[in-house]
């Protein structure tokens, strides 16, 4: 971990804190306005130093956290979890939207095998018209 009064560009800190799996796809994230730095829409280069709120949207979830501790390296699982605390409404919130779409997802169940030539031929029907 870094000292208290040391900061670290944004796109390095949500790879570290593992919210990305890599600084490219930080970035890109940073980029389309995905991340939000206390409020504010950020470039990847700005600085996060402890108590910066983060605002992260990943496909449907979206995290509020609040900067930690700032690191450079990334580390295993649990020293990323230090780096950052989830506010609550962000549990609730994240919570509440995963069993709305859990009975949504249910309907859908992957087929047995492969449709065969009636079956595509149906399919095809349905995508035309």
Same mark, same amino acid.
């Given at each position: 971990m870094?000292e208290?009064?040391?900061s670290v560009?944004?796109?390095?800190?949500?790879?570290?804190?593992?919210?990305f799996?890599?600084?490219?796809?930080?970035?890109k994230?940073?980029?389309?306005g995905h991340?939000?730095?206390?409020? &504010?829409?950020?470039?990847?280069?700005?600085? /996060? $130093?402890p108590?910066d +709120?983060?605002?992260? =949207? &990943?496909?449907f979830?979206k995290s509020?956290? /609040? $900067?930690?501790a700032v +690191?450079?390296q990334? =580390?295993?699982a649990?020293?990323a979890?230090t780096?950052?605390e989830?506010?609550e409404?962000?549990?609730?919130?994240?919570?509440a939207?995963?069993?709305?779409?859990?009975?949504?997802r249910?309907?859908?169940?992957?087929?047995?095998?492969k449709?065969?030539?009636?079956?595509?031929?149906?399919?095809k029907?349905l995508?035309n018209?």
């Amino acid at each position: 971990m870094a000292e208290a009064d040391a900061s670290v560009r944004l796109d390095r800190w949500l790879w570290a804190a593992r919210f990305f799996k890599s600084r490219a796809q930080a970035k890109k994230a940073v980029e389309a306005g995905h991340v939000e730095l206390n409020g &504010r829409r950020a470039k990847p280069a700005k600085e /996060v $130093v402890p108590g910066d +709120a983060l605002s992260i =949207r &990943r496909g449907f979830a979206k995290s509020l956290v /609040v $900067v930690q501790a700032v +690191a450079e390296q990334r =580390r295993n699982a649990t020293f990323a979890q230090t780096l950052y605390e989830e506010t609550e409404e962000s549990i609730r919130a994240r919570e509440a939207e995963a069993t709305t779409r859990r009975p949504q997802r249910a309907g859908l169940a992957m087929p047995d095998r492969k449709p065969d030539r009636r079956a595509r031929q149906a399919i095809k029907k349905l995508k035309n018209g």
